[in-house]
């Protein structure tokens, strides 16, 4: 009886026990070390991951990867890349992973490694490492094979791989491949044919064994867990061996086996654990089309679009990001040796409409972007052509000792006009065709209107550098989709102003700010304004740092400022735009230093790179700045369209033989312009990767503006229009 009165207290008390109990073990688990898992899926489709109700409804990161790998064997070297933090080189063979005790080429595999590396072997080995650390050896940029598993082993983690890409008489192991440091050994794990049930409907009678798989990954005590999924890369290799309909069937099949392994695995996820679904390569078609794009998922506690330092851009991130975030997730900082940075998730409910999803708008991104890409050079060298042609029918009017008609001249001089405000219109585009076509159509209203082709080429001239700089400040969102703008496929760059446009900001700001001046010479504070402001996006980190560019700013601003301010340029001049250069490279870095190593921009990571190792990384970049240049000066159609402008300049100064008296005298501070657009074009050639890109873009202005001044002079087209003074 007393024991029954006593029931409620007892329950209370053993109530209170329970939830503190859970309370505890909640704070426990909270405490505990996190996890990573990486799921590899070769090929992912955005249909499958679209179609996915799971996904779509879940809170997830998605994202654009970019799989670019620095070249050979591109299936390898997308896999190597990851686990390096680095664009790697590929070779044939690099997945061939085996445990130690599997035979390879008559004799077990750890035997095997231990004659070509002269090391113990590992539970599992890559055969090949000799041959992959040798080819590598080529990057003239940071680049360690294997320092994903180098850098958490040096930190206490512990890596473990599972699954296998097998098929009956190939093996293929790219878990191994991105587990393994950077002697090609992985610690733990199992790949071998275990992980495989033998089923006729799959390719190769084999398919991964999910059960198995997802007992192995959930109960392993290791802090990175990578898996591959295997299915997806075996349908790879049988696809040209399929009809249509039962390719897509079996590419539903897999799929839907895949996304229900990974639904399974984050329900069976203990705490504090995250995953990151990546494709290494992209689907087969694409890899053909060298369209270098794949899709990826990351599990969050928000829903949004993914971004990392290296892109800058919301739904777009590289393969060199993904080691770097596996170490961000872990509590670690990133390591010297990845260029890479990690990623996080951003919602972007801006860049989609209202009805349709994350995914889709991701969808549709991508298409702009391949679209863009598939037909960029196609666009670039019809301009450029179009230049050169234009280019040399306005030399030969130069050349010959006559006069032509009026209209002719008329003609070529509108025509001059037109391709001046191409790159306003590949700018203003994919808004509409309609902002394309005004901005065509404003040279042509300004010449009638005011019977000058000056005053056309600065109404063109300051509207494009305006515009640019207003785009750069709000993200440049109208350069990333410009067919003038950078490639997210190549990869080089993702944000700020890129070599192409930068040379137009610089060269047409120097070009119609001089002939501005034409009309009242007060408007010199206003211009010194506008270079600083120029100068500004050009440089500062948060707008994306082109280095390059913001020394072409410096001495193509500062020499022109110097001209039109009537002064001479002298020793003292030079050794000040020096000093100048130097305390804007300053200012950079000063900046950059404080935004933390995730958000570096390219000055941030190149002065890390020679913080750790010194003139060797220097050199490094040297090589590489002169190996694009000449490279692009042999083979691009940039290269072309530079040396003809350079050449129409200089025949413009010969023929007529009294322009270059008549220039000097009646237009002294489009001469000044001239001349600044000229020591800006050389400082870009020389201080870009891309220079022949950025100077051809550059003197664009200057060799518009003395083709038109010397036909007119030559033809009588229109009377002499003189600088006020």
């Given at each position: 009886?007393?024991?029954?009165?006593?029931?409620?207290?007892?329950?209370?008390?053993?109530?209170?026990?329970?939830?503190?109990?859970?309370?505890?073990?909640?704070?426990?688990?909270?405490?505990?070390?996190?996890k990573?898992?990486?799921?590899?899926?070769?090929?992912?489709?955005?249909?499958?991951?679209?179609?996915?109700?799971?996904?779509?409804?879940?809170?997830?990161?998605?994202?654009?990867?970019?799989?670019?790998?620095?070249?050979?064997?591109?299936?390898?070297?997308?896999?190597?890349?990851?686990?390096?933090?680095?664009?790697a080189?590929?070779?044939?063979?690099?997945?061939?992973?085996?445990?130690?005790?599997?035979?390879?080429?008559?004799?077990?595999?750890?035997?095997?490694?231990?004659?070509?590396?002269?090391?113990?072997?590992?539970?599992?080995?890559?055969?090949?490492?000799?041959?992959?650390?040798?080819?590598?050896?080529?990057?003239?940029?940071?680049?360690?094979?294997?320092?994903?598993?180098?850098?958490?082993?040096?930190?206490?983690?512990?890596?473990?791989?599972?699954?296998?890409?097998d098929?009956?008489?190939?093996?293929?192991?790219?878990a191994?491949?991105?587990?393994?440091?950077s002697?090609?050994?992985?610690?733990?794990?199992?790949?071998?044919?275990?992980?495989?049930?033998?089923?006729?409907?799959?390719?190769?009678?084999?398919?991964?064994?999910?059960?198995?798989?997802?007992?192995?990954?959930?109960?392993?005590?290791?802090?990175?867990?990578?898996?591959?999924?295997?299915?997806p890369?075996?349908?790879?290799?049988?696809?040209?061996?399929?009809?249509?309909?039962?390719?897509?069937?079996?590419?539903?099949?897999?799929?839907?086996?895949?996304?229900?392994?990974?639904?399974?695995?984050?329900?069976?996820?203990?705490?504090?654990?995250?995953?990151?679904?990546?494709?290494?390569?992209?689907?087969?078609?694409?890899?053909?089309?060298?369209?270098?794009?794949?899709?990826?998922?990351?599990?969050?506690?928000?829903?949004?679009?993914?971004?990392?330092?290296?892109?800058?851009?919301?739904?777009?991130?590289?393969?060199?990001?993904?080691?770097?975030?596996?170490?961000?997730?872990?509590?670690?900082?990133?390591?010297?040796?990845?260029?890479?940075?990690?990623?996080?998730?951003?919602?972007?409910?801006?860049?989609?409409?209202?009805?349709?999803?994350?995914?889709?708008s991701?969808?549709?991104?991508?298409?702009?972007?391949?679209?863009?890409?598939?037909?960029?050079?196609?666009?670039?060298?019809?301009?450029?052509?179009?230049?050169?042609?234009?280019?040399?029918?306005?030399?030969?009017?130069?050349?010959?000792?006559?006069?032509?008609?009026?209209?002719?001249?008329?003609?070529?001089?509108?025509?001059?006009?037109?391709?001046?405000?191409?790159?306003?219109?590949l700018?203003?585009?994919?808004?509409?065709?309609?902002?394309?076509i005004?901005?065509?159509?404003?040279?042509?209203?300004?010449?009638?209107?005011?019977?000058?082709?000056?005053?056309?080429?600065?109404?063109?001239?300051?509207?494009?550098?305006?515009?640019?700089?207003?785009?750069?400040?709000?993200?440049?969102?109208?350069?990333?989709?410009?067919?003038?703008?950078?490639?997210?496929?190549?990869?080089?760059?993702?944000?700020?102003?890129?070599?192409?446009?930068?040379?137009?900001?610089?060269?047409?700001?120097?070009?119609?700010?001089?002939?501005?001046?034409?009309f009242?010479?007060?408007?010199?504070?206003?211009?010194?304004?506008?270079?600083?402001?120029?100068?500004?996006?050009?440089a500062?980190?948060?707008?994306?740092?082109?280095?390059?560019?913001?020394?072409?700013?410096?001495?193509?601003?500062?020499?022109?400022?110097v001209?039109?301010?009537?002064?001479?340029?002298?020793?003292?001049?030079?050794?000040?735009?020096?000093g100048l250069?130097?305390?804007?490279?300053?200012?950079?870095?000063?900046?950059?230093?404080?935004?933390?190593?995730?958000?570096?921009?390219?000055?941030?990571?190149?002065?890390?790179?020679?913080?750790?190792?010194?003139?060797?990384?220097i050199?490094?970049?040297?090589?590489?700045?002169?190996?694009?240049?000449l490279?692009?000066?042999?083979?691009?159609?940039?290269?072309?369209?530079?040396?003809?402008?350079?050449?129409?300049?200089?025949?413009?100064?010969?023929?007529?033989?009294?322009?270059?008296?008549?220039?000097?005298?009646?237009?002294?501070?489009?001469?000044?312009?001239?001349?600044?657009?000229?020591?800006?074009?050389?400082?870009?050639?020389?201080?870009?990767?891309?220079g022949?890109?950025?100077?051809?873009?550059?003197?664009?202005?200057?060799?518009?503006?003395?083709?038109?001044?010397?036909l007119?002079?030559?033809?009588?087209?229109?009377?002499?229009?003189?600088?006020?003074?």
């Open positions: 009886m007393i024991f029954k009165k006593q029931y409620p207290k007892l329950f209370l008390i053993l109530a209170c026990l329970l939830l503190n109990g859970f309370f505890s073990l909640r704070g426990f688990a909270q405490e505990t070390d996190p990573v898992y990486l799921i590899l899926w070769h090929g992912i489709r955005w249909e499958h991951l679209v179609e996915s109700d799971w996904l779509n409804e879940g809170q997830f990161g998605f994202g654009i990867m970019n799989v670019r790998s620095a070249g050979g064997a591109p299936i390898e070297g997308g896999y190597l890349s990851i686990g390096s933090g680095s664009r080189y590929g070779i044939t063979g690099a997945g061939e992973v085996f445990m130690s005790e599997e035979p390879y080429k008559g004799q077990e595999a750890g035997v095997v490694y231990r004659t070509r590396t002269g090391i113990d072997p590992s539970e599992i080995v890559n055969v090949r490492i000799a041959n992959i650390l040798d080819v590598n050896k080529q990057a003239n940029y940071p680049l360690a094979i294997g320092s994903l598993v180098d850098y958490l082993i040096k930190h206490g983690k512990e890596v473990t791989v599972y699954g296998n890409s098929t009956k008489d190939q093996r293929t192991r790219w191994g491949l991105v587990g393994m440091d002697l090609g050994r992985v610690f733990n794990g199992q790949i071998n044919d275990a992980l495989l049930l033998e089923d006729d409907e799959y390719p190769f009678g084999l398919k991964t064994d999910y059960s198995l798989l997802l007992k192995l990954a959930t109960s392993t005590d290791a802090d990175l867990v990578i898996i591959d999924l295997g299915d890369y075996r349908l790879f290799l049988a696809q040209d061996f399929l009809l249509p309909e039962q390719k897509e069937k079996l590419a539903t099949l897999i799929a839907q086996d895949a996304l229900n392994f990974l639904k399974d695995l984050d329900q069976q996820l203990p705490p504090n654990s995250y995953w990151l679904l990546i494709s290494p390569v992209p689907t087969k078609e694409r890899l053909g089309l060298s369209q270098w794009l794949a899709p990826m998922v990351m599990q969050s506690k928000d829903r949004g679009l993914l971004v990392s330092g290296t892109t800058h851009w919301p739904g777009i991130v590289a393969n060199i990001d993904i080691a770097p975030t596996i170490l961000s997730l872990l509590g670690l900082e990133g390591s010297p040796q990845m260029l890479g940075r990690p990623i996080r998730i951003e919602d972007e409910k801006s860049s989609r409409s209202a009805s349709e999803s994350l995914l889709e991701l969808v549709r991104m991508e298409k702009q972007i391949l679209a863009i890409s598939s037909n960029r050079g196609t666009v670039l060298r019809w301009l450029v052509g179009l230049q050169i042609f234009v280019c040399l029918v306005a030399l030969l009017f130069l050349v010959l000792p006559l006069k032509m008609p009026k209209v002719i001249i008329k003609g070529i001089v509108i025509a001059l006009l037109i391709l001046l405000t191409v790159p306003l219109a700018l203003l585009l994919p808004q509409h065709w309609i902002f394309a005004l901005s065509i159509t404003l040279p042509v209203i300004a010449y009638f209107y005011r019977h000058s082709a000056l005053d056309a080429i600065m109404a063109v001239a300051l509207l494009t550098a305006i515009l640019l700089g207003i785009d750069v400040l709000r993200g440049a969102w109208w350069i990333r989709f410009s067919y003038l703008g950078y490639d997210a496929i190549a990869g080089a760059r993702y944000y700020g102003i890129g070599n192409e446009y930068m040379g137009i900001l610089i060269g047409a700001l120097i070009m119609g700010s001089a002939i501005l001046l034409r009242n010479k007060n408007l010199k504070p206003l211009i010194g304004i506008l270079f600083l402001i120029a100068t500004a996006i050009i500062a980190p948060q707008w994306g740092t082109n280095v390059g560019g913001a020394i072409t700013a410096v001495l193509g601003f500062g020499v022109t400022w001209l039109i301010s009537g002064m001479r340029i002298r020793l003292r001049t030079i050794l000040a735009m020096i250069v130097v305390l804007v490279l300053g200012i950079i870095m000063t900046i950059d230093n404080f935004s933390g190593f995730d958000d570096q921009s390219h000055i941030g990571q190149t002065v890390g790179i020679i913080r750790n190792d010194g003139l060797t990384a050199i490094m970049i040297i090589k590489r700045k002169l190996s694009m240049n490279r692009l000066f042999r083979y691009s159609f940039w290269s072309r369209g530079l040396i003809v402008a350079v050449i129409a300049m200089g025949v413009s100064l010969i023929w007529p033989s009294n322009f270059r008296r008549w220039l000097i005298k009646e237009n002294p501070r489009v001469v000044a312009g001239i001349i600044g657009t000229l020591v800006a074009t050389i400082t870009a050639l020389a201080f870009n990767d891309s022949v890109v950025a100077a051809a873009t550059c003197v664009f202005f200057a060799t518009t503006t003395m083709l038109t001044l010397a007119g002079l030559k033809h009588d087209l229109f009377p002499a229009q003189t600088d006020i003074e």
